[in-house]
T-cell receptor, first 114, second 110 residues
């Protein structure tokens, strides 16, 4: 399957700052990537679908102005958490869609907002 | 949109016994049903998947069954081992974006 990397693997920041998470497809041109969020002991929740060259599609309840997604190339999608607060602390995972709807997940980014 | 329900939330079995996890979905257009194993702090790992044109699929100790009419699918793990202990998620999708079940914490007791 495809190889997806994510950076950073973990980040600690102060409340009010912004954090950028990168998701890279290392061996596949990903026109569609997905961003998920997972709180402790909970399931993965889809935040948004990132399409190369166009605006992301956000799920209901996800603030697009707070979670900025950019997918400027076929190998890179970024998620910026703006003005982060403690309640944004979570495990953020990206994935890319394969040719047959399968998904290849990145290793995830653990965000802790103090 | 799609809604996926998963049961049970926790499951303890003796080593060597079988484990069964069940999921139901709501969107009849869903056509891809993967199962993931997730260990603490790590990414979900695909263990088996099934598509809507197939009723059953098996890979060594792991099998998945799909009943499209009833809109449910199940994961079967036979001869469980302690290393099978993890959280398992089912998922469904009609268009690519996955809707996950709530997860099952499987504990295999030695």
């Amino acid at each position: 399957g495809a190889v997806v990397s994510q950076h950073p693997s973990w980040v600690i920041c102060k409340s009010g700052t912004s954090v950028k998470i990168e998701c890279r497809s290392l061996d596949f041109q990903a026109t569609t990537m997905f961003w998920y969020r997972q709180f402790p002991k909970q399931s993965l929740m889809l935040m948004a679908t990132s399409n190369e060259g166009s605006k992301a599609t956000y799920e209901q309840g996800v603030e697009k102005d707070k979670f900025l997604i950019n997918h400027a190339s076929l190998t890179l999608s970024t998620l910026t958490v703006t003005s982060a607060h403690p309640e944004d602390s979570s495990f953020y995972i990206c994935s890319e869609r394969g040719l047959y709807n399968e998904q290849f997940f990145g290793p995830g980014t653990r965000l802790t907002v103090l | 949109g799609e809604n996926v329900e998963q049961h049970p939330s926790t499951l303890s079995v003796q080593e060597g016994d079988s484990a069964v996890i069940k999921c139901t979905y709501s969107d009849s257009a869903s056509n891809y049903f993967p199962w993931y194993k997730q260990e603490l702090g790590k990414r979900p790992q695909l263990i088996i998947d099934i598509r809507s044109n197939v009723g059953e699929k098996k890979d060594q100790r792991i099998a998945v069954t799909l009943n499209k009419t009833a809109k449910h699918f199940s994961l079967h793990i036979t001869e469980t081992q302690p290393e099978d202990s993890a959280v398992y998620f089912c998922a469904a999708t009609p268009l690519g974006q996955l809707t996950f079940g709530s997860g099952t914490q499987l504990t295999v007791l030695p």
